[in-house]
């Protein structure tokens, strides 16, 4: 028989679900039980030997279902799904981003240790490694889009060679859009991996599962807030961790003791979502396009942050044709002005919604200096471009010249 390799927008309806198992349903189930039988007590032990790592399956052979705390039929099928285009050998799924990523940290950063992170970065992710990792004796050391390898190299000689535990990138950072060479921070990891392995962590958030694959770059391990496009409909907080089996493994055993599962219901929404990420998310990219030629030629606006906007024949256009198969739905722009000017602009809005968050099929504007990055201290919001007038557009699947009509008539008022 001919072998025909089904893209994975084709397997979404269907990966890993066994219609069998639930009365022939065509879709899965939704699992809402905290425990689950066992055939026997000898099934029950050898579940709990391979859950606790005490003994590898066999080959073929499917992990028991225990307890939801430790995996439940809805996500485990949403796991290997999302796996289908990272092409992940594993994937765990979470409470939330901010779960998914700070189990991320704490498995992999001990006392000592100090993570180096990409600057600007999501600002709940900032809060956690300035405020909160240091509680626990782990330290800092930043690095932002200007910055060549030679002088990440400085900075962890500076900070101590040896103590570097983690290397931690959001690319395209959020809400800049400013590009981090995932290639060349996966050199400097291996650099320092000698007595102990320093891994590379990727937010990959902004561009959703679609348009850019973190782990074909280097990475060892990418994250997702799964609220965004993962999920899209604003109606659910979700995260997800994706990588090699032996990343994994640790990753999704520091989540059974944490705690910090998907519930079943979000992991069904979340399938559901996942039949319509590609033509929702290729429409995105469409209609942000036409906002971008708008906003690019107005003259009320400064500057577009715009990765199709990138000069050919720079630096940063070399990342973006490597990292990413489209420019995404993400943009942010530069009003004439300062706070004023911004409020007014998105006090002014009408189809456009004033809320944070970002990748829902509702187009959405928000002003980060004084909301998302509200937390970012004032001196790294005016080195990494934070600015009064700085606004972040999250482009949605609305009839862009309805968009393009709100967004005009909005700087009217400016």
Sequence with gaps: MEQHKFRPESLMMSFGYKPELSEGAVKCPIFQTSTFVFRNAEAGKRFFEVAYGLSSPEPGEEQGLIYSRLNNPDLEILENRLTLWDEAEACAVFSSGMSAISTVLLEFLQPGQYVLFSAPVYGGTDHFIKHVLPKWGIGHAAFDANSSEEEIHAIIQEKGADALGLIYVETPANPTNALIDMEMCKRIADVYSNDKKVYLAVDNTYMGPLWSHPLKHGADIVMYSATKYIGGHSDVIAGAVLGGNEVMTR????????????????????????????????????????????????????????????????????????????????????????????????????????????????????????????????????????????????????????????????????
Excluded at 321 to 350: C, H, V, W
Excluded at 371 to 396: C, F, N, W, Y
């Design 251 to 414: 990753i999704k055993t520091m989540r059974t003791f944490m705690g910090n599962m998907m519930s079943p219901n979000t992991g069904w929404l979340l399938m559901r979502s996942l039949e319509t990420l590609k033509p929702r998310m290729e429409l995105q990219a469409q209609n942000a396009m036409k906002v971008v030629e708008f906003l690019n030629e107005h003259p009320k606006v400064e500057k577009v942050y715009y990765l199709g906007l990138i000069p050919e024949g720079t630096p940063e256009y070399h990342i973006y044709r490597n990292q990413y198969s489209s420019p995404g739905a993400m943009l942010s722009f530069d009003i004439i002005g300062g706070e004023k000017e911004a409020f007014t602009f998105l006090n002014s809005l009408k189809l456009i919604k004033l809320a944070v968050s970002l990748g829902s099929t509702e187009s959405l504007a928000e002003h980060p200096a004084t909301m998302t990055h509200a937390d970012v201290s004032p001196e790294d919001k005016q080195k990494l471009g934070i600015s009064e007038k700085l606004i972040r557009l999250s482009v949605g699947v609305e009839y862009y010249e309805d968009l393009i009509f709100d967004i005009e008539r909005a700087l009217s008022h400016v």
